[in-house]
């Protein structure tokens, strides 16, 4: 699919706000469903007081980054963020976290975890949650199409 047709699929994924209603808890809900361990695993990342940099270490390794740095350049973070994100005190920013998703390739299960574990969620009235959540649904986790529609129909950018 080219960009100018997946900004099509999205700005009618936007409109469709009767879709947003039930979406978010079948989106959680299959995945888990399907498969016992996950279903245990996102219940013990959701109700333990895990960091951030925990889950994504487990997620990094999940998805097959065996360095740092193959992980933070796809992430398209900094050393240096990524250093701070292994500080306890540290907060992550939004930013970042939906960088870690996207790197990550994360399915909406998981990018909620992760977001939840760095004191965020996805809101479902705000445009540019709706594009990532679009983009996690339909597997688009390339920099150039997820920049340009958020830019494009969000006047969001991810830098």
């Known amino acids: ?15 469709n706000t009767d879709l947003h209603k039930h979406l978010p808890m079948q989106l959680i809900l299959n995945p888990t469903i399907q498969n016992p361990r996950r279903r245990e695993q996102a219940l013990d990342w959701a109700t333990k007081p895990y960091r951030f940099f925990e889950i994504l270490e487990i997620m990094t390794k999940r998805a097959g980054f065996e360095r740092a740095p193959d992980f ?63 983009c996690i649904m339909h597997n688009i986790f390339d920099w150039f199409t997820i920049k340009l529609l958020l830019h494009d129909l969000a006047d969001y950018n991810l830098v």
């Open 72 to 134: 933070y350049n796809a992430a398209e973070i900094s050393a240096q963020v990524y250093s701070n994100l292994q500080d306890s005190d540290h907060q992550v920013s939004r930013k970042t976290a939906l960088k870690c998703i996207v790197a990550l390739k994360l399915d909406y299960l998981d990018a909620s975890l992760l977001m939840g574990v760095g004191g965020y969620n996805f809101d479902w009235a705000d445009k540019k949650d709706l594009i990532f959540i679009y």
């Open 1 to 15: 699919m080219t960009c100018d047709e997946t900004k099509v699929k999205v700005i009618q994924f936007l409109a």
